[in-house]
């Protein structure tokens, strides 16, 4: 930290060294950071104590095979390096059995179910991928089985194996290091007493930031909370967290200024990020991967003229709007640069940075994991994509049906209006009513249509679907604007207008359309997904191959007739509602969610996992660990238990920092009800070095 200014000027020592953001956590209350760090605390107590007890039965098990005098071998991990399971594929967190001969990995939850699979086959596993899992390894594996004594052998040869006759208990981290842990934040949970977030009244006002998304006639969640961001500045974030913590999405209006998004065009972006990198401009020619919305394919486009169709469209051969969004560009790096060097100020006034910021936030579970970690990658992210008004059916610029292990923040910081020509419109129609009239057909069971689904374009009468062509041949589309139609006829937003500077302001016009699902209609939805897969106009190998679980597969778009009907088939109905310019959008991990773009946007895109959260991912990623190995879903699973671990420690060294520090004491109030003399005295303890076994 710069010794003259600490920290608070805009020299590139101190921006770069996110000081601003440590100054304004630093000024958090002391009482306010201690009520936080038993939030996360108390979030990651459950998850290092299922560690611990899987640690505790296998060192057991592992003292009955080999004695009791067993000394259990550290593997030396990289800083960049990650071990995973070579059964489940999944990383491992900690101890795991491994072959002395080929080094073949097990984890804790794979012994776990080969034992099960070998002693018990009518068990009734949790879920369905579980015991589709379990089904998985009899079938996989008839020939590896666990002994009557729970030795584990090493699978043979064609098994990936060696056929050795034990796998050997391991370790990754400090022997008694998760034991230590539990005991510690087991005594700083049980001793602390502290306001729950439930207490606060509901006031009228809070009643007023509500906005109905929703027409659930069973069900008195249809509203969802709607704060301006200057709300949650001055009354703090009770309120966010009472309302966070039901697993509802919430939508900050106000963010920023909305004159200042002229700073967010993609070109400003695109000069900002050459000047943070030291590159010149004479990089125009630079060529990036772009994603078609019509087929998913990516393509091969010039920046610029891709930023030429951001403001004035691109369109096919056959006069249908190519949609194109960015495909890591900027990457996750130059974002953050960007951020650090050109916009220094702007994620500093960001609310709830307790929450989102990925290395300070304080209730940011994922905030803990050391800087060198494989999976510390969630700073800001830059998301530029294409968007029209019009909705086409096929091809639109949209988020397919999915949901994340992490909770996710979508800040709106630029938007530009892209309006169709008539004679594009009439096209458009055209080829709409040709793909109805194709959908009928095949409803039928004209064999003959079906291929049309393995090429998406062949239904649209083209041969050439643009991609190939000359960017100079890209028809530029007239600018305008066009009263805007919601994608669910019936969705409607009662909200208060609000006011700026004493007047309503002006009638703000979308840029994204969102559905977000409730997490207990995610059975219900996956039923409906499985039933009328045939109907969303996709190849058949695309949903057949992950049909059990097309969530994870991302592949689906619900447009407002299958909306419809899986309300009235299966009572399911999502929340609904617009993504205005300077509004953010928090989407609780676990909830599946879609998006549309109605205009050509820039999304400031920011994950990051909340105490409230964290059960939530840890039965994602046990979802995710039963699903074949070959899905995409497996490379990105979360470590949710290595991250409780770390944060965890992380948060104890934080709290004893606070407690004992004495130019604290006076703030803190040791006589103060949330610190009980029984806490203290566990803080005493907790400094001196103890040894805690798993026996």
Not at 139 to 154: A, E, L, Q, T
Not at 514 to 529: A, G, H, S, T
């Amino acid at each position: 930290m710069c010794p003259a200014c600490r920290g608070i000027c805009n020299c590139r020592v101190c921006v770069r060294s996110d000081n601003s953001i440590k100054v304004r956590i630093r000024e958090i209350p002391v009482l306010d950071k201690l009520q936080y760090l038993h939030s996360l605390l108390s979030a990651v107590l459950p998850v290092v104590k299922q560690i611990h007890q899987e640690q505790c039965f296998e060192v057991e098990l592992e003292k009955k095979l080999r004695g009791v005098d067993i000394d259990l071998p550290r593997i030396k991990l990289g800083a960049d390096e990650q071990m995973c399971c070579n059964l489940c594929r999944i990383p491992i967190t900690d101890y795991h059995r491994r072959c002395p001969i080929c080094s073949y990995d097990l984890c804790l939850n794979c012994c776990h179910d080969l034992r099960e699979a070998t002693s018990d086959y009518n068990k009734e596993p949790q879920t369905e991928l579980a015991k589709a899992y379990d089904q998985n390894i009899l079938s996989k594996f008839p020939h590896w089985r666990s002994n009557d004594n729970g030795n584990i052998p090493c699978p043979p040869k064609e098994y990936g194996g060696c056929g050795y006759s034990s796998l050997n208990l391991s370790r990754i981290f400090k022997r008694n290091w998760v034991a230590k842990l539990v005991k510690n934040v087991e005594e700083m949970v049980g001793g602390c007493k502290i306001n729950n977030a439930d207490d606060l009244p509901e006031t009228q006002l809070n009643a007023l930031r509500l906005r109905k998304c929703s027409h659930r006639e069973t069900s008195d969640d249809n509203y969802l909370y709607c704060p301006a961001s200057e709300d949650l500045m001055k009354d703090g974030i009770g309120n966010f967290r009472k309302h966070w913590k039901t697993g509802k999405p919430i939508i900050v209006k106000q963010v920023f200024d909305r004159s200042s998004s002229s700073s967010w065009d993609p070109l400003v972006i695109w000069r900002g990020i050459l000047e943070t990198t030291d590159e010149k401009m004479k990089d125009e020619n630079r060529v990036v991967r772009a994603i078609d919305c019509l087929d998913g394919s990516e393509i091969d486009i010039e920046l610029s003229y891709f930023m030429t169709g951001y403001t004035e469209g691109r369109t096919h051969e056959n006069g249908w709007p190519q949609l194109l969004k960015l495909k890591d560009w900027p990457s996750p790096s130059a974002s953050e640069e960007f951020l650090l060097y050109q916009r220094p100020e702007f994620i500093g006034k960001l609310p709830l940075l307790q929450y989102i910021h990925s290395k300070w936030g304080l209730l940011n579970v994922a905030a803990k994991l050391p800087h060198y970690s494989l999976q510390n990658d969630v700073g800001p992210k830059i998301y530029i994509s294409y968007g029209i008004n019009h909705e086409l059916g096929r091809g639109d610029s949209v988020t397919n049906l999915h949901f994340n292990m992490r909770d996710m923040v979508y800040l709106l910081v630029h938007t530009s209006e892209v309006m169709l020509k008539d004679w594009q419109r009439t096209k458009i129609e055209m080829i709409q009513k040709e793909y109805k009239e194709l959908e009928v057909k095949e409803s039928r069971g004209d064999n003959q249509m079906c291929s049309s689904r393995s090429s998406p374009n062949s239904a649209f009468g083209t041969e050439n679907n643009g991609l190939d062509l000359d960017p100079n041949q890209s028809k530029s589309l007239d600018q305008g604007f066009e009263n805007h139609s919601s994608s669910d006829g019936n969705m409607v937003n009662h909200e208060l207008p609000f006011k700026q500077n004493g007047n309503f302001s002006e009638q703000m016009h979308p840029g994204v359309l969102w559905d977000v699902f409730r997490r207990q209609d995610v059975p219900k939805l996956n039923e409906y997904l499985k039933t009328h897969r045939n109907e969303f106009g996709k190849p058949d190998d695309i949903l057949n191959e992950y049909v059990t679980w097309p969530l994870y597969d991302g592949a689906i778009f619900l447009d407002r007739h299958q909306k419809r009907k899986l309300k009235e088939e299966f009572g399911v109905e999502p929340w609904s509602f617009e993504q205005n310019l300077g509004e953010a959008i928090f989407v609780p991990a676990g909830c599946p969610f879609q998006a549309r773009n109605v205009q050509s946007t820039v999304q400031l895109g920011l994950d990051f996992l909340s105490p409230e959260s964290l059960g939530e991912a840890v039965r994602l990623a046990e979802e995710v660990r039963s699903l074949p190995n070959e899905h995409e879903a497996k490379p990105q699973v979360l470590e949710v238990g290595k991250i409780s671990l770390y944060a965890a420690s992380s948060s104890i060294k934080e709290v004893q920092k606070l407690v004992l520090d004495p130019k604290l004491g006076a703030e803190i109030g040791y006589g103060d009800p949330n610190l009980t003399a029984m806490v203290s005295e566990n803080y005493e303890k907790m400094v001196k070095q103890r040894q805690i076994t798993c026996a």
